[in-house]
């Protein structure tokens, strides 16, 4: 089941990529564009048919692994800030663009290339599952889940007062989606220290994030096809 969630978490992150392409080329909200090719990177190194042989090539150390928190990052970075713009939420902005978020980001960037350095990583492992006895391996995988979390911890409220709000229904379910995301996003910190570090729960999490907040892109988009939007939740 996991598997599939993953191969179906991929063919949405590449679908979403392609669908932002055009704007790209148009030079409009390229941030975007981006945003969801790195996690198209993200996704397709966490399954092990492609991570394997891409960790191969890059000598066959865990550097991959290096790459998917790295590019994750990226990510939340760039939507969290988008979705707190487009709904008009300035302490979210704050949290995440201000001292604050940045030191958070900061620090756990040099974290995980501190702890990646540390371990005895040689030998290809999908999320380094075949490592978990060291220290310094738990400590990476803790450091990749904190930024995430804080960035989407950010977002949760004004997702969920905008679910609740009076809007149209369309834009009601693409809050809704959204904040689902990253509610799941939120719960992968309390599930590490529940299950195992490659647990069925924290994997469902994961992987089921992705795709709740693709969703809740696209449904955004829908609607602002569909018609005419304020500017206050104009698709990011």
Do not use: E, H
Not at 61 to 67: E, K, P, Q, S
Not at 109 to 127: A, K, M, Q, R, W
Not at 179 to 204: H, I, Q
Request: proline share 6%; net charge positive; charged share 10%.
């Amino acid at each position: 089941m996991i598997t599939d969630l993953q191969w179906i978490a991929l063919a949405a992150c590449i679908a979403c990529t392609a669908w932002r392409f055009p704007s790209l080329l148009k030079g409009r909200n390229r941030g975007l564009f981006w945003a969801f090719a790195m996690t198209s990177i993200s996704v397709a190194l966490s399954i092990p048919a492609l991570y394997l042989p891409i960790d191969a090539l890059l000598g066959g150390a865990n550097l991959a692994n290096v790459v998917l928190r790295l590019s994750l990052f990226a990510v939340f970075y760039l939507v969290s800030v988008k979705v707190a713009a487009a709904y008009s939420s300035p302490l979210p902005i704050k949290l995440i663009r201000g001292p604050i978020g940045l030191s958070v980001l900061t620090a756990c960037s040099l974290g995980i290339l501190i702890t990646y350095f540390l371990s005895d990583v040689n030998g290809s492992s999908t999320g380094l599952s075949g490592f978990g006895g060291q220290a310094s391996v738990a400590a990476f995988m803790w450091f990749g889940s904190v930024y995430p979390a804080y960035a989407s911890a950010c977002l949760v409220l004004p997702t969920a007062a905008a679910a609740l709000s009076t809007r149209p229904a369309i834009d009601r379910a693409a809050a809704a989606s959204l904040c689902v995301g990253f509610c799941l996003v939120v719960s992968t910190v309390p599930l590490r220290l529940l299950s195992a570090p490659d647990g069925f729960v924290l994997k469902l999490a994961s992987f089921g994030s992705i795709l709740f907040i693709a969703a809740g892109f696209a449904i955004v988009w829908v609607s602002f096809f569909r018609r005419p939007i304020p500017d206050a939740i104009r698709p990011p």
